[in-house]
């Protein structure tokens, strides 16, 4: 099991924030596995939620840059193999720790869109 991640956007309400380290990528810049990670990512169905290309759809983009849980190889690691609120299911029991590299390869592999139809979105 992977440890907590240590990320600077995340929110802690005081007190100690709890132990976490870091995670590196094993498949950094790795063509092969980003190709890889392409194929876990359409067989899982994550494209079901998050598009083609992860660009987004009723999921976020995934190659926007906005990231609500931090972007670092290990916070996007920590996001797919755990789980996030309101939708985004834990793959930790169903995917090896080695596909779920593959598809952060696979998602770093991606250019940012010239075009992101949030920018310009305020609350």
């Not at 790795?30 to 083609?52: L, P, V």
């Not at 598809?103 to 609350?123: F, K, M, N």
Request: some cysteine; hydrophobic content about 35%.
């Amino acid at each position: 099991m992977p440890p907590a991640v240590r990320s600077d956007a995340h929110v802690f309400a005081g007190g100690v924030a709890p132990p976490a380290g870091t995670l590196s990528n094993p498949f950094a810049g790795d063509r092969q596995a980003a190709g890889d990670g392409e194929r876990i990512f359409r067989a899982m169905n994550c494209d079901g939620c998050h598009g083609g290309g992860a660009l987004g759809w009723e999921g976020p983009s995934l190659v926007d840059g906005r990231w609500r849980y931090g972007g670092g190889d290990g916070e996007v690691f920590h996001s797919i193999y755990y789980g996030r609120p309101r939708g985004m299911p834990a793959y930790g029991g169903i995917l090896e720790t080695d596909g779920i590299w593959k598809i952060v390869t696979y998602l770093r592999a991606q250019p940012v869109p010239q075009d992101v139809p949030t920018e310009q979105w305020t609350p």
